[in-house]
């Protein structure tokens, strides 16, 4: 009896001792995720089970990002803007590796190896801590391709808590850097970009000149009254195109851009700040342009359509009313 007892001892305490020694990362609270996927339809269900007769928690439109977390027959599991429902597969464009802006997510274990590829075979190339953020910039086979710190590498997909909307889906407040759709916007990741010099900037590459690039290809479209395409523009709707062209949703009409951002003073204008006009055919703010730098704005014209006119003109002067900034 005493010799059973002794062994009983010995194996909970050598049980104890593995529990002690176990490193926190081993476990992790999530689970891996199996890849992303874009949606392919105008407004896809998120239902709370894989079936069409169970509640719809939410819907997700054409082009959206969402992250994949188990296959079920003909539907995913997945997480849709930190949303986890089921999608149907025949409406999600399915891929294991891609690039994806998925905002920062959370570490949480302790210790958490950073590799220079998506597997234990890569080197290590940092180590974060629990409760420390990486921002997510792709997919690859279960791992996470992150920034954190000053390094670019992988962190295994379990071990790291989506924390954001997606920045290219429309419920984001955020807007996407380095990639949309999967496709590059012409900035190559890296720490400094993620820290405003270059996605904030005007450098060639930044977002605010291929905004300003997109306008400026239609100089010379007509004026439309209500027009938001290439075959004829008003003022908010090429403001709009524009953005929209690089994955930032703006509203509509010329008084609800002004809601979106921050005022600006006119003194810290810099080349994509919106620039609003007041009075120019009815009372309140009623036109709007896209400040390109040297004190000029690109902006559809109602008399030339879409032109280039400067901020010092005697009656852009006498009717500017503010700025604010979207980038």
């Not at 849709?80 to 399915?94: A, K």
């Not at 006119?266 to 080349?271: E, N, T, V, Y």
């Not at 009075?279 to 704005?297: A, C, K, L, M, P």
Request: net charge positive.
């Amino acid at each position: 009896m005493k010799v059973s007892m002794r062994i009983a001892s010995l194996v909970l305490a050598f049980f104890v001792l593995i529990g002690i020694g176990s490193p926190a990362a081993n476990a992790a609270g999530g689970r891996r995720s199996l890849g992303i996927a874009f949606v392919d339809a105008s407004a896809l269900r998120l239902r709370s089970s894989p079936s069409t007769t169970s509640t719809t928690l939410d819907y997700a439109y054409d082009n959206e990002v969402v992250v994949l977390l188990e296959k079920a027959g003909a539907w995913y599991k997945v997480n849709y803007n930190l949303q986890t429902g089921y999608m149907h597969s025949s409406y999600l464009d399915v891929t294991t590796r891609e690039n994806a802006e998925l905002g920062y997510g959370r570490v949480n274990g302790s210790k958490v190896n950073i590799r220079s590829g998506p597997s234990t075979g890569y080197s290590v190339v940092s180590q974060a801590g629990l409760g420390d953020k990486a921002y997510i910039i792709g997919i690859n086979n279960q791992w996470f391709k992150v920034i954190y710190g000053n390094t670019i590498g992988y962190i295994r997909s379990d071990y790291l808590d989506l924390t954001e909307i997606p920045y290219e889906n429309r419920d984001s407040a955020k807007k996407p850097l380095f990639f949309i759709g999967g496709k590059s916007t012409g900035i190559a990741p890296s720490a400094s970009a993620l820290n405003g010099s270059t996605g904030s900037g005007t450098g060639s590459n930044s977002v605010r000149q291929q905004v300003i690039a997109t306008a400026k290809q239609y100089i010379g479209v007509p004026y439309v009254w209500g027009g938001s395409s290439p075959s004829g523009f008003d003022c908010s709707g090429l403001v709009q195109y524009a953005f929209n062209r690089h994955g930032i949703t703006l509203p509509r009409t010329t008084k609800q851009q002004w809601t979106v951002g921050t005022e600006i003073s006119k003194s810290a204008l810099q080349p994509g700040d919106l620039v609003f006009f007041a009075n120019t055919y009815t009372s309140g703010i009623s036109h709007v342009g896209i400040y390109v730098g040297d004190n000029q704005f690109i902006h559809a014209s109602s008399s030339k359509g879409v032109i280039i006119s400067s901020l010092s003109n005697s009656y852009w002067a006498s009717h500017y009313y503010g700025a604010r900034q979207i980038l």
